[in-house]
């Protein structure tokens, strides 16, 4: 089962929320006020998920949900008793996984959450693809860069140049894009570029 972790100053709100959840089959539940610093709370207690219950989010929360998804992502779903467009577009950019206004959702909490881990992890793996895209871009960019040095300095073609930097990178066991990174490092030093 999750942890959880419920940030509100409002000991009456917070126990509400509180109950509904053990009602909805969650039972390990931190509070902590959200006067709190919310990024060494995070750190001290590692939480599955927080949830954040106050009337509205302020510059301060979201400045602190900015920084913990960030550093240590994780879903937050954020129940708001009043909210606005650009309140919510805010809450959304700071990592708010699911914002719920008005009212707490009852008997609909344990949907809401999952749905709020299943929106977090589609979009943490989506940022991992994005991660993997754009580093292996960098990597034919810096692998192409490479070959052509090698080409100029060595009067290569362009697949000798491309067999030689394959070779480096096994022979130092790296992947073909670190070598090619070494490689443009160490020409550029020797004033080879």
Do not use: C, W
């Not at 927080?50 to 879903?75: A, F, G, Y």
């Not at 709020?116 to 860069?145: C, G, M, P, T």
């Not at 697949?159 to 096994?170: G, I, T, V």
């Amino acid at each position: 089962m999750y942890k959880l972790m419920l940030v509100d100053s409002d000991s009456d709100r917070s126990g509400s929320l509180e109950a509904a959840l053990l009602a909805a089959g969650y039972t390990h539940i931190i509070r902590i006020g959200s006067g709190d610093n919310l990024m060494n709370a995070v750190r001290n207690h590692q939480p599955d998920i927080i949830l954040i219950d106050m009337q509205s989010p302020d510059r301060d929360t979201l400045e602190s949900l900015r920084n913990v998804s960030r550093e240590t992502p994780k879903p937050i779903v954020f129940f708001a008793e009043q909210s606005d467009y650009e309140t919510t577009r805010a809450a959304i950019n700071a990592g708010v996984s699911a914002y719920i206004v008005d009212d707490l959702p009852g008997k609909r909490l344990k949907s809401v959450l999952e749905v709020a881990i299943a929106r977090f992890q589609e979009y943490q793996k989506l940022k991992e693809e994005l991660e993997d895209y754009k580093s292996r871009l960098q990597d034919r960019k810096d692998v192409d860069k490479a070959k052509g040095i090698l080409m100029q300095h060595r009067n290569l073609s362009e697949e000798e140049a491309y067999q030689l930097l394959r070779k480096m990178a096994m022979d130092r066991n790296m992947k073909i894009g670190e070598a090619a990174r070494n490689f443009i490092a160490a020409m550029a030093l020797l004033g080879g570029k």
